[in-house]
């Protein structure tokens, strides 16, 4: 996420490394990379600009030049601006109605049906709401099918009428519905439409005037830099949503739409999707983002998803069992599993501070694990659970049967002490100790 905007920012910050003494000289060339930096990542030019002369004014204004550490103070300025440009503080979703509706709007293409998924989830698991998806898109019938995928995967009803062409009838029968049965948010998806598209832009803006959501949320693909600032003006122009959903953030994302869609339409970011997986959903914290943006990590989200996945009882057991010297493989595979349901590998070490650099070179895929799993599934329950007698015989039957070289079995061994110790390390699941633990795993099977 961002890793070319922070690469360009992190150099950027290094021409006041290079001096003994800092000048208005060279605070200057730095925030001339900074917008350089800004630019590339496809963030509006006068918002570029007006940002650095921001933070050349308080800069100045602050003595940064007689400072001891001006470096430290001039990144601290331009994380308070990034943050304020951003939204400043956490935007929360207004769930006052009885039911509350919520109208999904956004183009073609954005991920909104899957996030409406994500939304209903999370309104699920972590509000204790009960929801109903609506399914609106009159013209796809792929687009009804999908979201009964999605509701059915996530345990959630999904109300349609898939002979009806009338957008605004289904999204009112589907309140009365939602009323009649208890259910306490609904969410309605609508068509994927284009702004320029006048009759698809009316309809939604009749269903919007129809049911009179309490949050119009606007579904915009990150991928798509500019585009989706202008995109999401547009939609802003004719329905006056109430917060922006930013999808694909996972993706190979310049970051120029979370950076300056707040300027443009002055309505807050509210949830940002980070992968294809129905909890890969967060809250959009401006100051967070803007740490990560800066190299400075997120362990507080990091922290946050290692709660989420944390179970008291296991966590006792697994205790007891390290300090018995009794943590096996199977142990070992649960806690990859706990770490898996955190999210995608590459998003997980973007939250630790430093991470980011110090495994630049190291590859890690969404399927880091699979090699590992492959080579522990391929011992016996008697070797998973006491690794010491797995001997040479045993490594070369486990290597055949999980199709791995025996170099790679022996590194996984050679490693596993290691390995539990970090584990030990874990229960605090603090960003020093996973990153370690990632640190650790240079070499192993699955990273390279």
Avoid: W
Avoid at 96 to 103: C, D, E, M, T
Avoid at 427 to 448: H, I, S, V, W
């Amino acid at each position: 996420m961002f890793n070319n905007l922070s690469d360009k920012l992190d150099k950027a910050f290094h021409i006041l490394k290079g001096h003994g003494k800092i000048t208005e000289v060279n605070v200057a060339d730095t925030l001339k990379e900074v917008r350089r930096a800004l630019l590339d990542a496809d963030v509006n030019f006068k918002i570029a600009k007006d940002f650095t002369t921001r933070v050349k004014e308080k800069a100045l204004g602050q003595d940064v030049l007689t400072t001891l550490q001006p470096g430290q103070l001039l990144i601290k300025i331009v994380k308070d601006e990034l943050t304020e440009l951003m939204g400043g503080d956490v935007a929360g979703i207004n769930l006052s109605g009885n039911p509350s509706v919520i109208l999904m709007s956004g183009l073609q293409g954005s991920g909104k049906t899957t996030f409406s998924g994500k939304l209903a989830n999370f309104l699920k698991e972590k509000k204790n709401k009960k929801p109903l998806l609506v399914a609106c898109d009159i013209y796809r019938p792929a687009a009804i099918n999908q979201l009964h995928v999605v509701g059915e995967q996530i345990g959630v009803e999904v109300y349609s009428e898939p002979e009806n062409k009338n957008a605004v009838e289904i999204a009112l029968n589907a309140i009365k519905h939602a009323k009649a049965n208890g259910f306490t948010v609904v969410i309605i998806d609508t068509a994927g439409r284009l702004a320029v598209d006048e009759e698809m832009m009316t309809e939604i803006a009749n269903v919007h005037k129809a049911v009179q959501p309490n949050e119009t949320l606007f579904v915009v693909d990150a991928m798509t830099g500019q585009d989706a600032v202008n995109t999401a003006k547009a939609f802003n122009d004719r329905l006056n949503f109430d917060g922006v959903i930013l999808t694909k953030l996972d993706g190979d994302t310049r970051g120029g739409a979370a950076i300056s869609i707040k300027s443009v339409v002055n309505k807050p970011i509210k949830f940002i999707g980070t992968g294809e997986k129905m909890d890969a959903i967060d809250v959009f914290y401006p100051s967070r983002m803007a740490d990560r943006i800066l190299g400075m990590g997120d362990v507080v989200s990091l922290v946050e998803r290692a709660q989420a996945q944390y179970d008291e009882e296991e966590a006792r057991k697994l205790q007891k069992k390290i300090a018995k010297n009794e943590f096996g493989f199977d142990d070992f595979l649960t806690q990859i599993q706990q770490v898996k349901k955190m999210g995608n590998m590459k998003d997980l070490v973007g939250m630790i501070p430093g991470a980011g650099k110090a495994l630049k070179d190291i590859d890690i895929p969404d399927d880091a694990f699979k090699h590992i799993e492959a080579i522990i599934f391929s011992m016996t329950p008697a070797e998973r659970s006491k690794p010491s007698i797995i001997d040479v015989k045993r490594k070369n039957r486990i290597a055949k049967g999980s199709g791995r070289k025996i170099e790679e079995v022996n590194q996984l061994m050679k490693q596993f002490d290691q390995m539990s110790k970090m584990m030990k390390m874990m229960q605090g699941a603090g960003g020093k100790n996973l990153m370690k633990m990632m640190g650790g795993m240079k070499g192993m099977p699955g990273m390279r």
